[in-house]
């Protein structure tokens, strides 16, 4: 196994010359093979080792081992002494996920310190195909028959292509000893009941299921990874972003083979589900303008001719401006505001308002608009409901949300940045204005 090993780190370019690496090491099978496998190879190590406290003198035993081997090869030993009890009882998670926080942080903690170049992890091939089919129970998509990488970010998998069988008849061969996890021959979880008793009953049904399962899941993993892809070139074609919000046209969506996937790829960065997709691919067949579905931060809803996702919008204060108020702040930026006499030329901007000041009652308010709001735009002497108002100025849905409007006394004077109100503007015998800017 030795040479196959070398032969695999090589070909995979995990490990450079001349840097130094973290190994988490246990005391058990596979990571006391892999520590001698590289130990052998000359890739130069820092070990480290946690002890969960979780199984008594064993627990201390595990230490007691590991530091031993590690001195008597001189090399260096990080070691924790954790209490998981206490970590998951403060966290109110389970035992298994403490432990599993509590290494990785403890191996983080000393890369950083340590300036090493990565943590070697002894994940072998047993432990791919158990992940994978646990991610299947759990009812991962495409990515989760992925399984574990030899490398990501600073993790790094060497033994994914070899078997537990493999590792202990080497282990054997070279007559060394490792550590012995009482725990892992129960059915206490999910892992152990597949690892004992679920995965040999697969592995029984043929002579090559095992190879054949591993093959499958490659062939899988490379077509999951040509979809995403594809779907990158997709997204970049047909979804457009525009002042925070994305937008997709049902169009791009007709006649496409797997629509539910398409939505979840493009939702999911957003916290939605694969169930929230699937539920949306099927609300296309029958459109119904308004509908919403949402995920802990973003809403997405469904427009005349688009979907438009946008973050949940933030509740709104309303504000109030006395008289000879300077400025105020809105979610879209600043205003500035000018009291004095008419300006020579009316400010056409939309962003910005120009107010006959004596036809104002103070203080103003500025709120968020709601139903039932009406005013007199600009040009009409008969009122118009707001919503109908944004309707007609084809407001985006997600946009309506964000739409404020400035009340003088119990009356609208201004849909900010849209329009005034016809009954503020400014005439030939207005002697003062307001005139609010946008900075």
């Known amino acids: 196994m030795y040479d196959a090993f070398i032969s695999h780190i090589q070909q995979s370019t995990l490990f450079e010359a001349n840097k130094r690496y973290l190994l988490a090491c246990s005391g058990g099978l596979d ?17 480290a080792h946690v002890n969960f406290g979780l199984r008594g003198t064993e ?31 403060k966290k109110g998670i389970s035992i298994q996920m403490a432990a599993r926080e509590i290494r990785y ?7 950083n310190q340590k300036n090493l170049e990565g943590i070697i992890l ?23 028959l992925y399984g574990m990488s030899a490398r990501r970010g600073w993790l790094i998998r060497p033994l994914l292509p070899f078997s537990r069988a493999q590792l202990e008849s080497y282990m054997e061969e070279v007559k060394q000893t490792w550590r012995e996890d009482r725990s892992n021959a129960t059915q206490d979880y999910k892992r152990n009941k597949l690892r004992h008793s679920g995965l040999p009953a697969i592995y029984n049904l043929e ?62 960065p957003y916290g939605f589900n694969s169930d929230q997709a699937l539920s949306l691919s099927k609300s296309l067949e029958a459109i119904q303008p308004g509908k919403l579905l949402r995920s802990a931060t973003y809403e997405l809803s469904l427009d005349r001719e688009e979907l438009l996702l946008y973050p949940i919008p933030v509740a709104f204060p309303e504000l109030e401006l006395p008289f000879g108020t300077p400025s ?13 006499i008419p300006q020579k030329e009316i400010d056409r901007n939309p962003a910005n308002a120009v107010f006959d000041l004596d036809c104002l009652a103070f203080p103003l308010q500025l709120r968020s608009w709601q139903e039932g709001d009406r005013f007199n735009p600009l040009g009409m002497q008969s009122e118009k409901k707001i919503s109908d108002f944004l309707i007609d100025n084809k407001v985006p849905f997600a946009l309506k949300k964000e739409v404020k409007v400035l009340v003088s006394g119990n009356k609208i004077a201004w849909v900010v940045g849209m329009r005034i109100a016809d009954w503020a503007k400014v005439s030939p015998a207005t002697q003062k204005c307001l005139h609010i800017q946008k900075r």
Request: charged share 20%; proline share 2%; aromatic share 12%.
């Open 31 to 47: 990571s006391m093979a892999l520590a001698h496998l590289l130990h052998a190879a000359g890739i130069q190590l820092e070990l």
């Open 59 to 89: 627990s201390d035993g595990d230490e007691e081992f590991v530091k031993n081997w590690a001195q008597d090869r001189s090399l260096s030993i990080h070691i924790q002494q954790a209490n998981t009890v206490e970590w998951a009882d």
């Open 105 to 111: 942080q403890f191996f983080e903690e000393i890369r």
């Open 122 to 144: 002894a994940h072998h091939q047993d432990d791919q195909l158990e992940t994978i089919f646990l991610n299947l129970v759990r009812g991962t998509g495409i990515e989760g």
């Open 207 to 268: 002579p090559d299921t095992r190879q054949n399962l591993l093959q499958s899941f490659e062939r899988l993993k490379d077509t999951g990874m040509a979809f995403s892809g594809l779907f990158e070139l997709w997204k970049a074609a047909h979804v457009r972003e525009q002042q925070g919000i994305s937008f997709l046209a049902y169009k791009s969506l007709s006649n496409m083979p797997g629509v539910a996937s398409l939505l979840y790829f493009w939702l999911r």
């Open 328 to 340: 105020f702040e809105l979610p879209d930026g600043g205003y500035q505001l000018t009291w004095g």
